[in-house]
């Protein structure tokens, strides 16, 4: 049966061309339509152009623009496809994944590590991935990219140049594509994937979009030398939560080290401010409850990322921190 699908462009490698200070997005999605005219094997297809930006430019506010234009065409269309940068993909990802939350057809974001108009690009092959989703009546946020299918609390870019870029992290990779054709298989089967959401306290049947972000959110990155009073300093400025990329299973400095993060922690909390344990390591998690560093931290009031990426992290936190009910909890 044809499907009536949006495609939401925004710039990104996959609308570069070069120009006189390197590549920069100049086409439309109307364009990157007729470079692909197999798509309109999957129905009508309808195209709104939300910006043309690299993705490095983008701000909590384009997520806001792209969930609005979204949500607000969302009983006219089986299926949407945003088109984006591959820089910041993982936190927009992860930003609709939360602000989209029981959404009930499926939101396929893509983009190509070379532009569509470049020799041997994988723009093609992306979009036939995405189509292939937004098609597919599998309701929620994903990403299509090099074959992959990843959920969109989960996409992280690990890699710069190669156009495998992408990985699942913290979440089993929820299917594939043919590169060839965009023949689509989900791995995570519908069953095993709604039991999972009932675990995941972002879920809900009925569809509540929510738009509003508290952007004064601030990672901090621990390196051997680091000094506690970045985070007082954060705190100051009127950051409202710290992430702190702590070592491993996510501990901090302690007592044992002249640079003790426990008492910053401490004052953080009195002051209101949230303090969340992430983790430098790619896959893994936080585990708060296993060293020293980390019990003492949790108990001085952090709270553990579990095992979500920084990308998803990130624009989760500015929602609940944004909620009226000020949620205290990662």
């Known amino acids: 049966m044809k499907k009536h ?7 990104g490698t996959i609308a570069c061309e070069k120009g006189a200070d390197g590549l920069r997005p100049v086409l439309t999605g109307a364009e990157l339509l007729r470079a692909v005219p197999e798509l309109a094997r999957c129905g009508e297809i309808d195209v709104s152009e939300l910006c043309s930006l690299d993705s490095s430019n983008l701000l909590p506010m ?10 607000e065409r969302c009983g006219q269309y089986d299926g949407f496809v945003l088109t984006h940068g591959t820089d910041t993909m993982g936190y927009t990802a992860g930003a609709l994944y939360y602000m989209l939350r029981g959404i009930g057809v499926p939101v396929a974001l893509t983009g190509s590590m070379l532009p569509l108009t470049a020799a041997g690009t994988d723009a093609r092959a992306n979009l036939r991935g995405a189509f292939a989703v937004a098609a597919s009546g599998r309701a929620g946020v994903y990403q299509a990219f090099a074959g992959r299918v990843i959920s ?7 890699d ?3 156009r495998d870029a992408f990985r699942s992290i913290g979440r089993p990779q929820a299917g594939t594509f043919a590169l060839a054709d ?8 519908e069953e095993a994937r709604t039991e999972a959401g009932k675990m995941d306290d972002e879920t809900q049947a009925a569809f509540a979009p929510q738009f509003a972000l508290d952007e004064r959110v601030a990672v901090v990155k621990l390196v051997p030398g680091a000094e506690p009073r970045l985070l007082t300093a954060l705190a100051d400025a009127g950051y409202r939560a710290v992430i702190i990329e702590g ?3 996510g501990g901090v400095p302690t007592a044992a080290s002249p640079k003790n993060f426990l008492p910053a922690i401490v004052d953080l909390r009195a002051r209101g401010v949230r303090v969340i344990c992430a983790t430098q390591c790619t896959t893994g998690g936080v585990h708060l409850d296993t060293y020293e560093m980390g019990v003492l931290a949790a108990r001085c009031g952090a709270e553990s990322a579990g095992d979500l990426p920084l990308e998803a992290l990130v624009p989760r936190v500015m929602l609940a921190l944004a909620q009226a009910d000020g949620a205290q909890t990662v």
């Open 152 to 158: 969109g609390n989960a996409v992280k870019k690990v």
């Open 160 to 162: 710069s140049t190669a």
């Open 182 to 189: 965009g023949a689509l298989t989900w791995q995570v089967p």
């Open 62 to 71: 384009h997520w806001q623009r792209m969930a609005q234009a979204i949500a």
């Open 247 to 249: 070592y491993g299973a």
């Open 5 to 11: 699908i949006c495609l939401l462009a925004t710039g």
